[in-house]
């Protein structure tokens, strides 16, 4: 598994890329790496397409979900990118969840379209 954690669009948000299959501990190291980028920043782009969400039971989605807010309190938006061939209900909840707990998050399979939604105020 590998994450790559840069800024996008000239520093308008964070894009995290994270590549094979994920594990709880590794998607909270690469929230850990990604907290220098939220300084300035309340909106983050996550790229799923590479990656493995099966070995993540609905339990550790929850979880995962409702930690967000606390291990990245200054996100406010995020846009979830992932494969269109993949099954949507895992995605859908991981939003919901998000959203309950205080984050604005969308689905998308499209880059650009999840790039301009962030983009929007």
């Known amino acids: 598994m590998t994450t790559q954690v840069t800024m996008a669009e000239g520093?308008?948000?964070?894009?995290?890329?994270?590549?094979?299959?994920?594990?709880?501990r590794e998607i909270k190291g690469a929230r850990e790496d990604s907290l220098?980028?939220?300084?300035?920043?309340?909106?983050?782009?996550?790229?799923?397409r590479q990656a493995d969400l099966s070995g993540l039971s609905l339990l550790d989605l929850d979880i995962l979900a409702a930690d967000?807010?606390?291990?990245?309190p200054k996100c406010q938006r995020m846009a979830i990118i992932r494969r269109i061939e993949k099954d949507e209900s895992?995605?859908?909840?991981?939003?919901?969840?998000?959203?309950?707990?205080?984050?604005?998050?969308?689905?998308?399979t499209d880059v650009s379209a999840a790039r301009l939604w962030l983009l929007k105020d």
């Open 68 to 72: 967000f807010k606390h291990d990245v």
């Open 11 to 24: 520093g308008r948000y964070v894009e995290v890329v994270q590549v094979g299959k994920l594990s709880k």
């Open 90 to 108: 895992l995605y859908c909840h991981l939003r919901n969840v998000c959203v309950i707990n205080g984050v604005i998050t969308q689905l998308f």
């Open 36 to 48: 220098p980028f939220f300084d300035c920043r309340d909106r983050a782009l996550v790229d799923y």
